[in-house]
């Protein structure tokens, strides 16, 4: 949701975006079943033994079916690196795998218009600093990985209130808290000249402080 948020602001739009996925996990697959319903294309996927790459898009379920057989993604269509999916030129670059994926060492070859952190500090400060100075935009974990946030407390509500709401109810209040703090987020960015992360850092820190002042500190 994040991900197709940012390219419908930018005037992309999802349909027909170019989207590599590095970490083709449970987070991974959803997240590229989920763009590619909305007209995505996802050219490339990784797993632990390697990628592969298709210019025309991956068929999913397809690719479901190869993986359940052979373990793994690898020899579905165009094998490639994991390093050269990370180089690909694409409008989104999903980074489901792993902390420091985009680091010092390999952020001048990122080519991707947004990254999106959708597993804790893939992106490392030092690459961040560069990828900023040449336009690419981060989407941080903290923006990215909301979802799983708002429905754990979901589920909370739902354990302590013995009162449960469906599958669509459940999603409803996700999508509605996603685009409000992307719209509170966007709005920091706007009004400071500054980038996604801090923004979000300066929206929590803000919240945290206006609780204290009002509450107190307490045990």
């Not at 989207?19 to 909305?38: C, E, H, N, P, T």
């Not at 579905?76 to 060492?105: C, H, P, Q, R, Y």
């Not at 959708?118 to 400060?125: E, G, I, K």
């Not at 754990?152 to 999508?175: G, R």
Request: with cysteine.
């Amino acid at each position: 949701m994040v991900t197709a948020r940012a390219l419908e602001d930018s005037g992309q739009g999802v349909k027909n975006a170019r989207i590599a996925i590095f970490g083709y996990g449970d987070v991974g697959s959803k997240a590229a079943r989920l763009l590619q319903a909305q007209g995505a294309l996802i050219v490339a996927v990784s797993d632990r033994h390697g990628a592969i790459y298709s210019s025309s898009g991956l068929d999913l379920p397809a690719l479901a079916e190869h993986r359940e057989q052979g373990g793994s993604v690898c020899g579905f269509a165009l094998d490639i690196s994991k390093d050269e999916l990370l180089e690909l030129d694409v409008d989104a670059l999903i980074l489901a795998f792993d902390f420091g994926t985009v680091n010092a060492g390999n952020a001048h070859k990122v080519r991707a218009t947004y990254l999106v952190e959708a597993t804790n500090r893939a992106v490392l400060p030092e690459a961040e600093r560069y990828l900023r100075e040449r336009d690419i935009q981060v989407l941080p974990d903290l923006v990215a990985a909301i979802g799983g946030v708002v429905v754990n407390y979901v589920e909370w509500v739902q354990s302590h209130t013995n009162f449960f709401w469906t599958a669509d109810e459940i999603e409803a209040v996700a999508e509605q808290h996603i685009n409000r703090a992307l719209d509170d987020v966007m709005n920091v960015m706007e009004q400071n000249g500054i980038d996604m992360r801090t923004a979000a850092y300066v929206l929590a820190l803000s919240r945290l402080n206006s609780a204290t002042e009002m509450r107190g500190v307490y045990p």
